[in-house]
């Protein structure tokens, strides 16, 4: 499970950073965050009684990035704890960014309405 999820996790920043590049010139942004571990039903099923922070703690940075005014017109970064902080090496490889954004278009049908 921690394969998948941490797979998962990766796919999130890489889009993000994607959908970054094809917004740059617009007054929409786009980054990405990690929350923290979070006690939620997620991290009971699949890790038991580790600890982790309030589902509140975990909204910090969400709600930092979705008002702050410190952030406004800033996109294309990955946050923790309220910072902008390098994500892991492979997420920024351009060629993965856009191979994942490819594949998403074809299973969202969107290649087809696109051309």
């Given at each position: 499970?921690?394969?998948?999820?941490?797979?998962?996790?990766?796919?999130?920043?890489?889009?993000t950073?994607?959908?970054?590049?094809?917004?740059k010139?617009?007054?929409?942004?786009?980054?990405?965050?990690?929350?923290?571990?979070?006690?939620?039903k997620?991290l009971?099923?699949?890790?038991?009684?580790?600890?982790?922070?309030?589902?509140?703690?975990?909204?910090?940075?969400?709600v930092?990035?979705?008002?702050?005014?410190?952030?406004?017109?800033?996109?294309?970064?990955?946050?923790?704890?309220?910072?902008?902080l390098?994500s892991?090496?492979?997420?920024?490889?351009r060629?993965?960014?856009?191979?994942?954004?490819?594949?998403?278009?074809?299973?969202?049908?969107?290649?087809?309405?696109?051309r």
């Amino acid at each position: 499970m921690n394969e998948i999820y941490a797979t998962s996790k990766l796919a999130l920043i890489l889009f993000t950073y994607a959908l970054a590049q094809r917004l740059k010139g617009t007054a929409v942004t786009a980054n990405c965050l990690h929350p923290g571990v979070i006690k939620t039903k997620l991290l009971l099923a699949g890790f038991g009684d580790y600890p982790g922070d309030t589902p509140e703690n975990g909204a910090r940075t969400s709600v930092y990035l979705a008002s702050s005014p410190e952030v406004e017109g800033l996109s294309g970064s990955y946050f923790e704890d309220c910072k902008a902080l390098p994500s892991s090496p492979i997420s920024y490889d351009r060629k993965i960014q856009e191979k994942l954004w490819s594949i998403s278009e074809k299973l969202c049908g969107l290649d087809r309405q696109l051309r």
